[in-house]
């Protein structure tokens, strides 16, 4: 198919045999709802080191580095611990839980060097304004969701609906 071949163009040419396998092992893996396992997918494209061209191998191996890190920042992005909690303990306990809650973000902001560019920062802080709209401090959440805003829309897709949701909510609440 020539639309096919387009969008693979720079992928390397393999084996057929090879090519087929790991073909299908990355197809499961790209459409797999439960963790991978890269380190196996890892060894079985080392056994192709002396059978394929070294570029195809080490090709095989970034695309695996890509679908582990897409894994991960999906998880990040599902992360809903925060504003899943519950909050019904008084007004003063759901300060204190908040206040952990910033206290988190805010040790993972400092131990990082990309910041919100991180997707587990911005997961957590994307969370923490949820947790805050659960509160009613709008203020605070749209600070944060404000904040958010160019690292959401770097990511684009399912990133920018969680931060949109969020921010529409906010808005209605503010009555805006």
Not at 74 to 100: I, P, Q
């Amino acid at each position: 198919d020539v639309a096919e071949q387009g969008t693979r163009a720079e992928a390397p040419v393999l084996p057929v045999t090879a090519a087929a396998a790991v073909e299908r092992q990355l197809a499961a893996l790209a459409g797999s709802e439960s963790p991978a396992r890269f380190d196996e997918l890892r060894s079985a494209v080392d056994g192709f080191r002396g059978q394929a061209p070294d570029k195809a191998v080490e090709w095989m191996l970034e695309t695996i580095g890509h679908l582990e890190q897409e894994q991960r920042d999906r998880t990040h992005l599902m992360k809903r611990s925060w504003s899943d909690t519950a909050f019904e303990d008084g007004e003063a306990a759901n300060e204190k839980t908040l206040e952990g809650f910033e206290v988190d973000l805010v040790n993972m902001l400092r131990s990082s060097r990309q910041g919100l560019g991180d997707s587990q920062i911005l997961g957590n802080a994307i969370d923490l304004a949820g947790a805050y709209k659960k509160n009613y401090k709008l203020e605070q959440s749209e600070a944060v969701l404000l904040r958010c805003t160019r690292h959401a829309e770097d990511r684009s897709g399912a990133w920018m609906v969680k931060y949109l949701n969020h921010m529409s909510q906010v808005r209605m609440k503010q009555s805006r």
